[in-house]
């Protein structure tokens, strides 16, 4: 689930900078990244709290660490990027 959500994702963030870079409303493409991008950590904190209760340590000490530092970077990223558009707005206007 989480993939399907990260990849919904990744495609409303381009969708959101291509309308921005062909003057078109993006403001809904923006919350849909944004909000896929949540989608996205909410599932993997489910996959989490399964292993958790499964009491699978092997799984959480392979993956967790990595996981943690790969949903930071690619979260960033996802706010960034669909708030770019927003941001070179307010600078356009001034």
């Known amino acids: 689930m989480w993939m399907i959500f990260g ?27 944004l909000s896929f991008t949540a989608a996205t950590l909410w599932a993997e904190y489910r996959l989490v709290f399964k292993w958790v209760e499964k009491e699978d340590w092997a799984a959480l ?6 996981m943690v530092t790969l949903l930071s970077v690619l979260t960033l990223i996802s706010i960034v990027l669909n708030i770019a558009p927003m941001l070179l707005e307010l600078k356009a206007k001034k």
């Open 7 to 33: 990849l919904i994702a990744a495609a409303a963030t381009f969708i959101n900078l291509y309308l921005y870079k062909n003057g078109k409303e993006y403001k809904f493409a923006m919350a849909m990244g």
């Open 61 to 66: 000490l392979d993956v967790v660490p990595t």
